[in-house]
């Protein structure tokens, strides 16, 4: 079984979408004759050409807006927006368009698009190319959003992405992208959209987390070894939550801190801790905490250490939810 980094595996994965389905196609801002700003579609425009991977203006309500026509007409395209910084003039086409579609008609017109983002710090980018902007996007109705931390799930949900016929928001956390090589079957499978992972099992608190923040949560889960036993869970899915691993977690440990990179205020960690509240009280021994990024916009690469989330204020504040 072949072992593979994650981008790796999103762009061979990509390579066999082409391959078994005529109607895929990529498109985005230099992802064809340049293989995409990191690589992820590297050789695909020479073996499938200009047709099926295309490359666009750098406008990203262009590449959004007209991928929309795209699924609507038969076709299944894959769009990548080259960071997430850059999706915000894309937001309008996501949000008036391709999530409102199939109940504006209905259900008589789908919308089967995966836009591809790439996300969040720890690369030393600069300016607009590190938000974690996930917030916006779980608040559309009509969106579903994913976000791989491993290669095999980027695969796995890749696949899955490819194969729901409303439009998925296929997150990837760039800080993991060559962070470590994993098996992943050389046949396809699919991770189901809305599906957990325990990716550490414990007994003493849960860290509910996604994207680049689960190699920081087991990091420190690990230094923490023999104090405290942290069980992380591993979303997988944004949008729809899998509420019942969140329970079954929490209700287990009865302690939980929610991780994410993305500014504190009104952010998906705070979706979480209500639904823990609700699923999950009784079992509750102490306060729901979070740890996130600061409510300001992302700083410039120098001072990127004092935004993110570290491993010292986890155990910090993991240490905080076992004293009460």
Known sequence: MPEMNLIQAVTS?????????????????????????????????????????MDTPLAESG????????????????????????????LDQLISHAGRMAARSSGQVRVPLVVRVPFGGGIRAPEQHADSAEAYLVHTPGLKVVVPSTPYDAKGLL????????????????????????????????VPIGSARVAREGTDVTVVTWGN?????????????????????????????DREAIWRSVNKTGRALVLQEAPLTAGLAGEISALIQD?????????????????????????????????????AAIRRTLED
């Open 63 to 90: 590449i959004i807006g007209t991928s929309i026509g795209m699924a609507i007409g038969g076709l299944r395209p894959i769009a990548e927006i080259q960071f997430m910084g850059f999706l915000y003039p894309g």
């Open 279 to 315: 699923g999950a009280f009784w079992s509750l021994q102490a306060p729901v905490a979070r740890v996130a990024g600061p409510d300001v916009p992302y700083p410039p690469y120098a001072w990127e250490d004092m935004y993110l989330p570290t491993p010292e204020r986890l155990q």
């Open 159 to 190: 696949y899955a992405a490819l194969q729901d016929p409303d439009p998925v928001v296929f997150m990837e956390p760039i800080r993991l992208y060559r962070m470590g090589r994993q098996e992943v079957p050389p046949d396809a499978y699919v």
């Open 13 to 53: 994965t990509l390579d066999a979408m082409l391959a078994s389905d005529e109607r895929v196609v990529v498109l985005g801002e230099d992802v064809g004759k340049n293989g995409g700003v990191f690589r992820a579609t590297d050789g695909l425009f020479d073996k499938y050409g200009g047709d099926r991977v």
């Open 213 to 241: 923040m689960v190699a920081l949560a087991e990091k420190t889960a690990e230094a923490l070894k023999g104090e405290v036993s942290v069980e992380i869970l591993d979303l997988r899915s944004l949008f729809p939550l």
